[in-house]
């Protein structure tokens, strides 16, 4: 037990760290595409939230038995196609890290917040929660800023591409086997694996879904990828 729940915390070290480096180059991109520099300096200020969640995962992930290489690089994949041009590649990652991804966290969060065990597991994650809110407004904040002057549409085609990405990770790294929906994992801060589709469908149905049709982004093919998979 202690194991399942040292991996799911050394897992969100890894994807803590991602995001750090993610945020710091959408940070560039967002500079180099003309973005407002209140955005951008968002986008930086995010990028040091994470920091500061990966020590806080990190820690948690030792206390709990399985030390995390805190120096290892990080490898950043570029998620958005390169037929693309680069101020949609921008909107790309930014609509997936923030308005998708990040959403998601928002509702595992909230959850697992309610349910913490002790004082502090619930600190870390009243303060992952506060800053992943933000962390997603900035993703619906780009695209408001971007929809009036240039086409979102494109996004469509390609949002079960990122709907796909976000629930792989957060599938991970209990999805395998059956006793990690052992309830017993909550107040450690790990969500049981049904419980996890559970938040992922809503958040996509209560907020990711309708935020993107307001701001013109056709869900069509998503909402098929969602229904095919059971999230609908
Ligand atoms: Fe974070
Ligand atoms: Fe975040």
């Keep these: 037990m202690r194991?399942?729940?040292?991996?799911?915390?050394?897992?969100?070290?890894?994807?803590?760290?991602?995001?750090?480096?993610?945020?710091?180059?959408?940070a560039l991109w967002m500079e180099q595409s003309g973005a407002p520099e209140a955005v951008v300096e968002l986008a930086r200020r995010s990028a040091e939230d994470e920091r500061r969640h990966a020590a806080h995962c990190a820690a948690l992930a030792?206390?709990?038995g399985a030390p995390v290489s805190e120096e290892a690089p990080v490898v950043l994949p570029e998620i958005a196609p390169h037929s693309l041009s680069f101020s949609q590649r921008t909107l790309y990652e930014l609509v997936?890290?923030?308005?998708?991804?990040?959403?998601?966290?928002?509702?595992?969060?909230?959850?697992?917040?309610?349910?913490?065990?002790?004082?502090?597991i619930r600190a870390v994650l009243h303060e992952l929660l506060q800053d992943e809110v933000a962390h997603s407004r900035l993703g619906w904040a780009y695209l408001?800023?971007?929809?009036?002057s240039e086409?979102?549409?494109?996004l469509g085609?390609?949002?079960?591409?990122?709907?796909?990405?976000?629930?792989?990770?957060?599938g991970q790294p209990t999805a395998?086997?059956?006793e990690d929906d052992d309830p017993a994992l909550l107040p450690h801060g790990?969500?049981?694996?049904?419980?996890?589709?559970?938040?992922?469908?809503?958040?996509m149905r209560d907020v990711v879904m309708p935020g993107l049709e307001q701001h013109g982004v056709p869900t069509g093919p998503a909402r098929e990828w969602l229904e095919r998979h059971g999230l609908g």
Excluded: K
């Design 3 to 26: 194991q399942r729940i040292a991996s799911a915390w050394s897992f969100r070290f890894h994807v803590e760290r991602e995001a750090q480096a993610r945020f710091s180059r959408l």
């Design 62 to 64: 030792r206390d709990y």
């Design 96 to 120: 997936a890290a923030c308005c998708v991804a990040e959403t998601v966290s928002v509702g595992v969060l909230m959850r697992l917040r309610s349910v913490a065990g002790d004082e502090r």
């Design 144 to 148: 408001a800023h971007v929809a009036p």
């Design 151 to 154: 086409s979102v549409a494109f």
């Design 157 to 170: 085609r390609f949002l079960p591409d990122m709907i796909e990405a976000t629930a792989a990770e957060a």
């Design 176 to 178: 395998l086997t059956p």
């Design 190 to 203: 790990v969500l049981p694996h049904a419980e996890r589709r559970a938040l992922f469908a809503s958040a």
